[in-house]
């Protein structure tokens, strides 16, 4: 599967900003999907994920109650909907998808840049 990351931009503190990453593919349904992040001179980290039938979530503690990660398998697209973001949450975000049985991410989007001003 392909993956191709948009929707990035300028926020200023408080704001929301909504991701979304389409996936090229036949088997997109049956993917484990993630957003990671990488400030600059930081290490890339994990940020929220869904499971293949959108049922099952998961948050890095530091996005708890601001991000919602959801996905349409109609439009093999996933989203990450971010809101009250803070100027730490700037980073390039990475989309990731997981093969079913799989730990690891093994298909990576090219990023978006998110930039949040105080």
């Known amino acids: 599967v392909q993956l191709q990351a948009s929707g990035g931009g300028l926020v200023q503190a408080g704001g929301s900003l909504r991701l979304s990453c389409a996936a090229s593919?036949?088997?997109?349904?049956?993917?484990?999907m993630g957003w990671f992040r990488q400030a600059p001179g930081k290490e890339r980290e994990f940020v929220a994920a869904v499971s293949w039938s959108g049922e099952d979530t998961y948050y890095a503690d530091f996005v708890k109650g601001r991000f919602t990660i959801s996905r349409d398998n109609a439009k093999n697209t996933v989203y990450l909907q971010m809101n009250s973001l803070k100027p730490e949450d700037t980073a390039v975000y990475y989309c990731?998808?997981?093969?079913?049985?799989?730990?690891?991410?093994?298909?990576w989007g090219q990023g978006t840049q998110v930039t949040v001003s105080s």
């Open positions: 990731a998808a997981r093969q079913p049985g799989w730990t690891e991410y093994d298909q």
């Open positions: 593919g036949r088997s997109f349904s049956s993917y484990t």
